[in-house]
Nanobody, 125 residues
Framework: QVQLVESGGGSVQAGGSLRLSCQASGLKYQYWVAWFRQVPGNEREGVAALSFTNKTAYADFVMGRFAISRNNANTLFYLQMNNLKPEDTGTYYC????????????????????WGQGTQVTVSS
């Protein structure tokens, strides 16, 4: 059973940084872990993804600003967010799927089976 718990959200001014963490259990190998975000009234959108072999994929709107990583034990997954913008405001979710492919899956909600409860990020101008 996979369980995901996000933390690290908060309020920051534009240009600032935050690091989100996702505590994961049940992930050992052959997975993709992703971060999504959602603003009320909008669809949940994919931000970044990471494979067991450290392949990464990013949405265009965060390229060069956000970085996804993990610890060696596959128990903590991070989203380092730099140069934050007000439009980055939203609830950020950690998600996972078992997948041995090294091709990044589409960053869509339907592609991921396991979800955390989310952590709020607010960026003020």
């Amino acid at each position: 059973q996979v369980q995901l718990v996000e933390s690290g959200g908060g309020s920051v001014q534009a240009g600032g940084s935050l690091r989100l963490s996702c505590q994961a259990s049940g992930l050992k190998y052959q997975y993709w872990v992703a971060w999504f975000r959602q603003v009320p009234g909008n669809e949940r959108e994919g931000v970044a993804a990471l494979s067991f072999t450290n392949k990464t994929a990013y949405a265009d709107f965060v390229m060069g600003r956000f970085a996804i990583s993990r610890n060696n034990a596959n128990t903590l997954f991070y989203l380092q967010m730099n140069n934050l913008k007000p439009e980055d405001t939203g609830t950020y979710y950690c998600a996972a799927r078992f997948d041995y492919s090294q091709v990044p899956p589409p960053l869509t909600v339907a592609e991921f089976n396991y979800w955390g409860q989310g952590t709020q990020v607010t960026v003020s101008s």
